[in-house]
């Protein structure tokens, strides 16, 4: 498990630890003496929990959310937590008029025998009936979590899924090596690969589907933004004939060209390790888009605005790929829209 935040309290004598101990899909809130122990966990249940303590630490402000609700404020005396009074109410009765669902999580196989955690969205849970097609989604930021008991920063992803599967998609979002959220082992397994083990774990999940959920085979598609449009990319470039469509949302397409503070880390420098950058970057896999005529189809959006990854990434592959006389392909670009 891991810690994600610590505090030291107004009386000094102890911290207030934020974690995922006891399941990697939560985050609780104690406190943890200075002389060490077990963490006294203030509320339980699923969800976030996040505090900020009042400036004398008599009272806590919590905000709270779980999976198909967005956060909302509680307060608590500080020693007097495990029932925060919630304040505030905020979507709208029309957004509450729908059926939001707790998509279930799900653990597939990967190849190499790791069990790797996903959020599933079924046609069935919403009524609909399945049409054999399934979308998988790649989140962005590599090193982010996805697969939550609580409300996602990927919300409109979220309400968009609900409404692939009321068309009959089953979509799965996964938590791939690289994600956080389940220690140092999963988030260090794509050091000086990128594309690697996280892209295998898409490939992986799409065979779950069909050998579990009654998917086609021949009727997965692949989308995500930023990272998630990047791997996109690297599986409809890297695994010919998995995927019959991808879409590529403001993707990286080489790693040489974008921020060193982000990708040194992981990746180390050109000058140093050309060959991590060579293996990690979509623009010198795009050859292999349709290869002897196997592939889907593939669409590429990034905003003209964008402050993170630039559009000149998604221009620099568009012009590869028309150079080696790749068809099946379309670039739209947005010409005020930034990263987001």
Do not use: C
């Not at 999976?67 to 307060?75: D, K, T």
């Not at 009654?214 to 010919?240: E, K, N, Q, T, W």
């Not at 402050?307 to 379309?330: C, G, H, P, T």
Request: charged residues 25%; aromatic residues 12%.
């Amino acid at each position: 498990w891991e810690v994600l935040g610590v505090q030291v309290q107004a009386d000094e004598d102890r911290f207030l630890m934020t974690t995922n101990e006891g399941s990697p899909f939560n985050q609780h809130v104690g406190y943890l003496d200075f002389d060490g122990g077990a963490i006294d966990y203030l509320v339980e249940g699923d969800g976030s929990w996040s505090a900020t303590p009042s400036p004398d630490g008599d009272r806590i402000a919590w905000l709270h959310s779980v999976a198909h609700r967005p956060p909302e404020l509680f307060l608590s005396d500080a020693d007097d937590a495990d029932r925060p009074e919630q304040i505030t109410n905020s979507p709208t009765e029309e957004w509450l008029g729908y059926d939001w669902k707790r998509p279930e999580i799900v653990r597939f196989p990967a190849e190499d025998g790791v069990q790797v955690p996903a959020r599933i969205y079924r046609p069935a849970d919403v009524g609909a009936e399945a049409n054999g097609g399934a979308v998988i989604f790649v989140h962005g930021a590599g090193d982010l979590h996805n697969v939550p008991t609580y409300w996602s920063s990927y919300y409109r992803e979220y309400m968009f899924h609900h409404i692939l599967a009321s068309q009959g998609y089953t979509v799965l979002d996964i938590d791939y090596r690289g994600s956080a959220g389940y220690g140092r082992d999963w988030r260090t397994a794509i050091y000086r690969w990128m594309g690697g083990k996280d892209l295998s774990d898409q490939v992986d999940g799409a065979r779950w589907l069909v050998a579990n959920e009654g998917v086609d085979a021949d009727r997965i598609g692949i989308y995500g933004g930023s990272y998630g449009g990047f791997l996109a990319l690297m599986a409809m470039f890297d695994r010919p004939g998995v995927y019959a469509a991808g879409a590529a949302l403001r993707p990286v397409t080489d790693w040489m060209h974008y921020n060193d503070g982000y990708t040194a880390n992981i990746l180390n420098t050109p000058q140093i390790d050309p060959e991590a950058y060579r293996r990690s970057s979509p623009i010198e896999k795009a050859e292999r888009f349709r290869e002897n005529g196997a592939g889907g189809r593939l669409l590429i959006l990034h905003g003209m605005l964008d402050d993170n990854v630039v559009f000149q990434d998604s221009v620099r592959l568009a012009q590869r790929l028309i150079e080696l006389e790749k068809e099946n392909w379309e670039l739209v670009g947005f010409p005020v829209e930034a990263h987001g």
